[in-house]
T-cell receptor, first 111, second 113 residues
Framework: QKEVEQNSGPLSVPEGAIASLNCTYS??????FFWYRQYSGKSPELIMS????GDKEDGRFTAQLNKASQYVSLLIRDSQPSDSATYLC???????????FGKGTTLSVSS | EPEVTQTPSHQVTQMGQEVILRCVPI?????FYWYRQILGQKVEFLVS????????KSEIFDDQFSVERPDGSNFTLKIRSTKLEDSAMYFC???????????FGPGTRLTVL
C-alpha cells in the first residue's frame, strides 16, 4: 500500500516567519514529488515539483527532497496571511499513473 | 494561461440515477485523470487515461464508473447508478507528459440524495 504521510496541523506561524511543512512516503520507487495548495472548497493548485535530491527554490517557496530518507519538505519564507491554506504533498512513479496524496497540513498565518 | 475546466460546478442527483461529469483538459496535454475528495478527507485517485484507453484505475473505480473521451477536447466520467457514498468533489486533471506536472480543474461537487 503506497502511503504519503503528513502532520495534519494546524501549523500556526506569524506573518513574516518561515513555515516548514513535512511529508514522508512509503514507496521507494516514487520518482516525482509535488506540493499543492488547497484553499477551502477549492481544487488543488500546483506550487512546486521536485524530482532530484536536494533543494529547489521558486520565489518564497523551497522544496527539499531526500530519497534515502523518503522525505519531502516545503519551506515558505516571509509567510503571508494569504498563504493560509491546506498544503498537500503528492507523489507518483511516472506519467499516467496514480498521484498519491497525503491528507494535507493546514497552515494558518496570523497578521 | 491554459486551464482545465469542468462542468457542472455542482450536480445534485437522486440515488440510483446516472450522472456524467465533464472536463476539458489543457489542449496539448496527453494524460487525463479523475480524482475525488470526500469532505474532510484526502484526494483519492480514480482513473488515468492515455491514448484513448485507461492506463490505471483504483479500487474505487468499479463497474459503476466509466470514462470516455468522445471528441478531441472533452473527457467525461460517468457514474451509472449513484450511491449516497458517491457524494464528493470530483476533480479532473491533465498532464502534458513531459514534466509530469498535473493541473487540476475547479471540480464538480456531486451531491447524491
Amino acid at each position: 500500500q503506497k502511503e504519503v504521510e503528513q502532520n495534519s496541523g494546524p501549523l500556526s506561524v506569524p506573518e513574516g516567519a518561515i513555515a516548514s511543512l513535512n511529508c514522508t512516503y512509503s514507496d521507494r520507487g516514487s520518482q516525482s514529488f509535488f506540493w499543492y495548495r488547497q484553499y477551502s472548497g477549492k481544487s488543488p493548485e500546483l506550487i512546486m515539483s521536485i524530482y532530484s535530491n536536494g533543494d529547489k527554490e521558486d520565489g518564497r517557496f523551497t522544496a527539499q527532497l531526500n530519497k534515502a530518507s523518503q522525505y519531502v519538505s516545503l519551506l515558505i519564507r516571509d509567510s503571508q496571511p494569504s498563504d493560509s491554506a491546506t498544503y498537500l504533498c503528492a507523489v507518483f512513479h511516472q506519467a499516467g499513473t496514480a498521484l498519491i496524496f497525503g491528507k494535507g497540513t493546514t497552515l494558518s498565518v496570523s497578521s | 494561461e491554459p486551464e482545465v475546466t469542468q462542468t457542472p460546478s455542482h450536480q445534485v442527483t437522486q440515488m440510483g440515477q446516472e450522472v456524467i461529469l465533464r472536463c476539458v483538459p489543457i489542449s496539448n496535454h496527453l494524460y487525463f485523470y479523475w480524482y475525488r475528495q470526500i469532505l474532510g478527507q484526502k484526494v483519492e485517485f480514480l482513473v488515468s487515461f492515455y491514448n484513448n484507453e485507461i492506463s490505471e484505475k483504483s479500487e474505487i473505480f468499479d463497474d459503476q464508473f466509466s470514462v470516455e473521451r468522445p471528441d478531441g477536447s472533452n473527457f467525461t466520467l460517468k457514474i451509472r447508478s449513484t450511491k449516497l457514498e458517491d457524494s464528493a468533489m470530483y476533480f479532473c486533471a491533465s498532464e502534458q507528459g513531459s514534466n509530469d506536472e498535473q493541473f487540476f480543474g475547479p471540480g464538480t461537487r456531486l451531491t447524491v440524495l
